[in-house]
């Protein structure tokens, strides 16, 4: 069992910048995939960022590419999402996701992980 624990959210203008943690428990996050999703008001939850847990290889949604980074501190058990530029756009609530210890999987689908965190609001101004 994986309980994951987000922070960091908040209410910040166009153009700024909020960094979200997961810290973990139950498992070591290296061995697990793990992704950033969100969900804005009225609509479906969608893919934001991923990162393996074999390879550490990482992936973006087209539309925050550039603008957000997925990372992890093993040490601290903790996956961050450095989310710069913020637009309007991007207010949602954001989960954090992991998949079963040692899985593969295909990281843009939600489906395919076992565990998720209650979400933290990111709210951005225009």
């Known amino acids: 069992q994986v309980q994951l624990d987000e922070s960091g959210g908040g209410l910040v203008q166009a153009g700024g910048s909020l960094r979200l943690s997961c810290a973990a428990s139950?498992?070591?996050?290296?061995?697990?995939?793990m992704g950033w999703f969100r969900q804005a008001p009225g609509k479906e939850r969608e893919f934001v960022a991923a990162?393996?847990?074999?390879?550490?290889?990482?992936s973006y949604q087209d539309s925050v590419k550039g603008r957000f980074t997925i990372s992890r501190d093993n040490t601290k058990n903790t996956l961050y999402l450095q989310m710069n530029s913020l637009k309007p756009e991007d207010t949602a609530v954001y989960y954090c996701?992991?998949?079963?210890?040692?899985?593969?999987?295909?990281?843009?689908?939600?489906?395919?992980?076992?565990?998720w965190g209650q979400g933290t609001q990111v709210t951005v101004s225009s």
């Open positions: 990162i393996r847990w074999i390879t550490g290889s990482t």
């Open positions: 139950g498992r070591a996050i290296n061995t697990c995939t």
């Open positions: 996701a992991a998949a079963r210890p040692f899985s593969t999987i295909q990281v843009m689908d939600g489906t395919q992980y076992d565990y």
